[in-house]
T-cell receptor, first 116, second 115 residues
Framework: GDSVTQMEGPVTLSEEAFLTINCTYT??????LFWYVQYPGEGLQLLLK?????DKGSNKGFEATYRKETTSFHLEKGSVQVSDSAVYFC???????????????FGQGTTLQVKP | SQTIHQWPATLVQPVGSPLSLECTVE??????LYWYRQAAGRGLQLLFY??????ISSEVPQNLSASRPQDRQFILSSKKLLLSDSGFYLC??????????????FGPGTRLTVT
């Protein structure tokens, strides 16, 4: 079945460092890909998305490119801030026309801690 | 714009007591609705989803049940709570879709502690 694998955390960085959180997926068909962020004690917020190969999603300085050839959707940010400390989830949604469940498959989450 | 509400925000219940968590969505019609549980320090587990009123699909056999009495209302219940039911419960919605690929939008969550 479809699956998402994220790099294990926690990831600890100093403020203004470059961030990469790896995400790879296994899917039949042509999934849409998402990054969600969860701040402590809160629900998940959609950070960015990409719906087809070579699309780049971007938001709040974060970006990720849908790479079909490597089945990856790595999250990057050029300069992290303390306020970026959170748990980041990679997810995919299958686009199979026969299904309208809209279910997402999530990775296990990666905790990012940014130190001043 | 669409908003999603969950209540209560926090709940402490004794083992063996009943449970009812409520989720409502505003500003949209015919959403798909989802219940997730997140154990401490762990990922998301999809519990139930619904594509319409009265239509509930269970992802994991367990002590919980779900109902959708109205288009934009989704309820998570239990007759007798177990210690293992403790966790952070998240409700989410997505647009009704025919081809897939739509994102989900999450509520603020309910922190349940079973003592």
């Amino acid at each position: 079945g479809d699956s998402v694998t994220q790099m294990e955390g926690p990831v600890t960085l100093s403020e203004e460092a470059f961030l990469t959180i790896n995400c790879t997926y296994t899917a039949t068909g042509y999934p849409s890909l998402f990054w969600y962020v969860q701040y402590p004690g809160e629900g998940l917020q959609l950070l960015l998305k990409a719906t087809k190969a070579d699309d780049k999603g971007s938001n709040k300085g974060f970006e990720a490119t849908y790479r079909k050839e490597t089945t990856s959707f790595h999250l990057e940010k050029g300069s992290v801030q303390v306020s970026d400390s959170a748990v980041y989830f990679c997810a995919l949604s299958d686009n199979k026309g026969s299904s309208n469940t809209g279910k997402l498959i999530f990775g296990q989450g990666t905790t990012l801690q940014v130190k001043p | 714009s669409q908003t999603i509400h969950q209540w209560p925000a926090t709940l402490v219940q004794p083992v063996g007591s009943p449970l009812s968590l409520e989720c409502t969505v505003e500003g949209t019609s015919n959403p798909n609705l989802y219940w997730y549980r997140q154990a401490a320090g762990r990922g998301l587990q999809l519990l139930f989803y619904s594509v319409g009123i009265g239509q509930i699909s269970s992802e994991v056999p367990q002590n919980l049940s779900a109902s959708r009495p109205q288009d934009r209302q989704f309820i998570l219940s239990s007759k007798k709570l177990l210690l293992s039911d403790s966790g952070f419960y998240l409700c989410a919605w997505s647009p009704l879709l025919t081809g897939g690929g739509y994102e989900q939008y999450f509520g603020p969550g309910t922190r349940l502690t079973v003592t």
